[in-house]
């Protein structure tokens, strides 16, 4: 059984910085990709960055300069240091990884951007 568990969400101004972390553990065999996702009400599920084992990294073109994904693998966990922050960032960011074959889903946590 594999758990994810994100922390680091909150309440921020525009132009303010979060980090999010996200920890995975139990039984994995070998982690691929890890991935950050948001989804705020009434919107898809959309991707946000994600990194290889390697650490080569894509970012969706809304956040790419201000979001910097990052993973520690020993520890298996993975980061999302968010600059800039603005009202579009407003979502519940979930945290995903693709350990042998399956993904798996942290259950999230809420980013609010508000002045």
């Known amino acids: 059984q594999v758990q994810l568990v994100e922390s680091g969400g909150g309440l921020v101004q525009p132009g303010g910085s979060l980090r999010l972390s996200c920890t995975a553990s139990g039984s994995i065999f070998s982690i691929h990709v890890m991935a950050w996702y948001r989804q705020a009400p009434g919107k898809q599920r959309e991707l946000v960055a994600t990194m290889s084992r390697d650490k080569t990294t894509n970012y969706s073109d809304s956040v790419k300069g201000r979001f910097t994904i990052s993973r520690d693998n020993a520890k298996n966990k993975v980061y999302l240091q968010m600059n800039s922050l603005n009202a579009e960032d407003t979502a519940v960011y979930y945290c995903?990884?693709?350990?042998?074959?399956?993904?798996?889903w942290g259950q999230g946590t809420q980013v609010t951007v508000s002045s």
């Open positions: 995903k990884i693709r350990a042998g074959s399956e993904d798996y």
